[in-house]
């Protein structure tokens, strides 16, 4: 493809790749999976998940998008062109496609939330289970703030790879570790630091089952944005002297520093008041934290007034990078195949995601009791996308760059052609041609059987 912009640094590729992993998997839906699945242990799984399927699984996400240099199902066409390979591509920008609908209803609950905090409501004693539920079942308030957060997302995507994607994620990411560093400190002098450190540091094994380390697959790959084709698609904005395993590295280890930071934050926080539950579940940063805002900080409120809003900041920079990229996987596509203008590819795919978006965010409210397999529109999307495409993507990823690619082209993306050694490309390839894809179709399997 002629012309095809490129990220212009390599501190540009990093930064917009962590903006995409670092999102609302890191801060609302770990510290809740954690709170579910019995802290510490899960933690321990969870990392070993990140090391060795999550760090395999993205480097051969982006050996694919930057040898290929196009949107990700054009990428398995180019490599693999008239096999069935290429469903790959299209179940993975189908389903970013997905996620960013429901995506975009929980970023605009961040966003509400935001107001509210900068209005002072959480310094004040209030009923935050209702203002929760009242707010996520109204029929159409919820969709407003959806809208406008998908209006934040589309400008930036429609401004491009340079000057849109790289320009707000250099500007975005280091203020999202800045408040994260702010909001530990803060957490760490709360009066139940020492209980929810111990929560989250002390493991207890006996709660560990198949169906947890399906969640910790499920989650890892969540977190680190694998195989929905976002990090192929932004891979395949790199220039060709982009280190991709060391890039995969540090991605990796800044998402999960994020997580286990947030739960440093959440945890605390929560233990600091008796009253409120560990694993309160999705609304763990919509009503526990609101509750914990107010309460821990009843003598001094500005405090938990300047708590609150960072928090929901941090939240909301978090969603935003993220978004971006789910965005950008079904936009790339759009614009390379339809051959329509970056801007209008990019307003068709804001305007059908948001047309999902609502049904998604009805399903909080009026729409509650259409379900499908007992799933609402939303707990479905969620759940056909973490717990089945997700695992199975990455089986197939690994199996298609273990078995199907050349694995003297394997070898020179990995080493840039031979610039540099890559000494660990055996254990590479034995991850990605039998552990990984055993691994996780055990617990697969495991998980439909039961
Ligand atoms: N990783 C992001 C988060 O932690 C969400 C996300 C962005 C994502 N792109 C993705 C999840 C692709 C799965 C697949 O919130």
Known sequence: MENRSNFGSKLGVILASAGSAVGLGNVWRFPTEVGNNGGAAFIFIYLLCVVFVGVPVMVSEFLIGRHTHTNTISAYQKLAPGTWWRY?????????????????????????????????????????????SDFVSHPFQPIIYSALFMLMTHLVIARGVESGIERFSKVMMPMLLFIIGIL??????????????????????????????????????????????????????????????????????????????????IFPAVFSVSDVEVNAGP???????????????????????????????????????????????????????????????????????????????????????????????????????????????????????????????????????????FRLFRIYLFLVRWAVPLAIALVFVHELLG
């Open 184 to 265: 530990v400190v803060c957490s760490f002098g709360m009066p139940g630091a020492r209980q929810g450190l111990t929560f989250l540091l002390r493991p207890d094994f006996s709660k560990v089952t198949p169906s947890v380390v399906l969640s910790a697959v499920g989650q890892a790959f969540f977190s680190l944005s694998l195989a929905m084709g976002c990090l192929c698609t932004y891979a395949s904005y790199f220039g060709p002297d982009t280190r991709l395993v060391k890039t995969a590295f540090s991605v990796s280890t800044i998402d999960t520093f994020v997580a286990v930071l947030a739960g440093f934050i």
């Open 88 to 132: 790959e591509g299209v179940a993975g920008v189908f389903i970013a496609f997905l996620i960013l609908s429901y995506y975009i209803v929980i970023s605009g609950w961040t966003l509400y939330y935001l107001i509210l905090s900068l209005t002072g409501y959480f310094s004040q004693n209030q009923d935050y289970v209702s203002c929760f």
């Open 283 to 421: 609304g763990l940063v919509f009503i526990t934290l609101p509750n914990v805002f107010h309460m821990a900080f009843s003598h001094v409120p500005i405090l938990g007034y300047f708590f609150s809003a960072l928090f929901y900041v941090l939240l909301l920079l978090a969603a935003l990078t993220s978004a971006m990229s789910l965005h950008e996987s079904v936009t790339a596509y759009v614009h390379e195949t339809m051959h329509l203008s970056r801007r209008r590819a990019a307003a068709l795919v804001s305007i059908s995601c948001m047309t999902l978006g609502i049904g998604c965010s009805l399903s909080f409210g009026p729409w509650s009791n259409y379900t499908i397999f007992g799933l609402t529109m939303f707990d479905l999307f969620d759940f056909v996308a973490s717990k089945i495409i997700m695992p199975l993507g990455g089986i197939i990823i690994c199996l298609f760059v273990g078995w199907k690619l050349d694995r003297k082209l394997v070898e020179d993306e990995l080493t840039n052609g031979g610039t540099h050694r």
